[in-house]
């Protein structure tokens, strides 16, 4: 079982920059690639961007490519997205997710594990 507890979410300005964070519980979190997926009210869940297992493989939604950045520390159980130059249709309910396997287990797949979320709320 692992558990994972994001953080870093809040409100900003459009233009600003946030980084969350995602803490996983757990001695085997280097087995897990992972991802971020988002869901704005009144909509479906969709992908951010996910990083292999061993950080050598990234990939991003095209609406954030360019503005934002996946990355992990296997050695603090930890997976980070740095958001810059938000917008305020990046606002949502920011989820990590892990899924025991190669990078295509988060972006084919639905993850074996998620947060609890964090807002991102970014105003115009």
């Known amino acids: 079982q692992v558990q994972l507890v994001e953080s870093g979410g809040g409100l900003v300005q459009a233009g600003g920059s946030l980084r969350l964070a995602c803490v996983a519980s757990?001695?085997?979190?280097?087995?897990?690639?992972m991802g971020w997926f988002r869901q704005a009210p009144g909509k479906e869940r969709e992908f951010v961007a996910a990083?292999?297992?061993?950080?050598?493989?990234?990939t991003y939604a095209d609406s954030v490519k360019g503005r934002f950045t996946i990355s992990r520390d296997n050695a603090k159980n930890a997976v980070y997205l740095q958001m810059n130059s938000l917008k305020p249709e990046d606002t949502a309910e920011y989820y990590c997710?892990?899924?025991?396997?190669?990078?295509?287990?988060?972006?084919?797949?639905?993850?074996?594990?998620w947060g609890q979320g964090t807002q991102v709320a970014v105003s115009s």
């Open positions: 997710a892990a899924a025991a396997g190669p990078i295509t287990a988060v972006t084919t797949r639905n993850p074996d594990y």
């Open positions: 757990g001695r085997t979190f280097g087995i897990y690639a």
């Open positions: 990083i292999s297992r061993g950080a050598g493989t990234t």
